[in-house]
């Protein structure tokens, strides 16, 4: 599935792109325009006189030179971030836009999939991370806490992960690494099994994980976002996270997206924690 093809992900992503690299009204305009999949075969003058009424500053009306400015000052900053169009007359559109996509369209994506689901969810204090055995030498100097859960973890501890479940379900746990890297955390070896009855969950799911806990190993917001539906949502991917530790990309985040778009019944949890140098 390639989802660039859908042209909502495709103008929010070079929007996205214009704010990165500083393009601000009709720089932005130019920019997105220029880079939109549906107007490759547009040339350049019939662009601006599509949007002649936008370019148009002061008593000037020479749209097409105002575009042809942009333009040069858009591929200048793309190259001076490393789009190898620099030392072409011709053809720079197109490797700027192929360059565009290869670099930053993947990790894009599924940062804008993440923000959507998070956006479907409830932050709550009934699920997050302890220690898997309280560090020596920390009585009465680790912070005073108004729920079971730690807001801040050394970094390299072992711990696990708890969620007080008010129903019964399968639970569907994802984590967003420090790094930006998304993980489904259950299922997975880990935790095998989705299926969750009421009370107090508790992973790693040890046995029948070799691993009795987790390890903080990345320094930074560690963010964990829990789906907890009647029936197991029907992704193919699940099949997989549960026998190898799945690092999910912007199809995964999609079809999950998808799901809980169609699925009012699916309850949707959010919490973060930090990892912090010692």
């Not at 259950?186 to 029948?208: D, I, K």
């Not at 963010?223 to 539906?229: D, G």
Request: proline content about 6%; aromatic content about 10%; glycine content about 6%.
């Amino acid at each position: 599935m390639n989802l660039l093809s859908d042209k909502k992900y495709e103008e929010a992503f070079l929007y996205s792109m214009a704010k990165r690299f500083g393009f601000k009204d009709r720089c932005q305009l130019v920019f997105v325009k220029r880079f939109l999949k549906g107007n490759n075969n547009v040339e350049n003058e019939k662009l601006a006189e599509d949007w002649a009424d936008k370019l148009k500053t002061g008593s000037s009306e020479d749209y097409v030179d105002i575009q042809r400015d942009y333009l040069s000052k858009i591929f200048k900053k793309l190259e001076a971030e490393g789009c190898p169009s620099h030392s072409l007359k011709n053809h720079k559109r197109e490797i700027a836009q192929k360059w565009l996509i290869d670099t930053f369209y993947s990790q894009w994506l599924q940062e804008h999939l993440w923000e959507q689901i998070k956006a479907k969810a409830t932050r709550t204090n009934k699920m997050g991370v302890v220690f898997a055995v309280e560090p020596v030498g920390t009585m009465g100097l680790l912070p005073k806490k108004t729920n079971l859960y730690r807001d801040t973890i050394p970094l390299n501890s072992d711990i696990l992960f708890k969620a007080n479940l008010d129903k019964e379900g399968y639970l569907i746990l994802l984590e967003s690494a420090p790094s930006g890297a998304v993980f489904c955390v259950c299922p997975s070896p880990f935790a095998p099994e989705p299926r969750c009855q009421l009370g107090e969950r508790t992973l790693p799911q040890h046995p029948p994980s070799p691993n009795p806990t987790f390890t903080a190993w990345e320094e930074g917001n560690e963010q964990l976002l829990a789906v907890i539906s009647e029936e197991l949502p029907p992704l193919e991917w699940l099949g997989k996270s549960k026998e190898e530790a799945l690092e999910l990309d912007g199809v995964h985040l999609k079809g999950l997206l998808d799901y809980l778009e169609s699925i009012s019944a699916s309850q949707v949890f959010y919490t973060e924690y930090r990892v912090m140098a010692s």
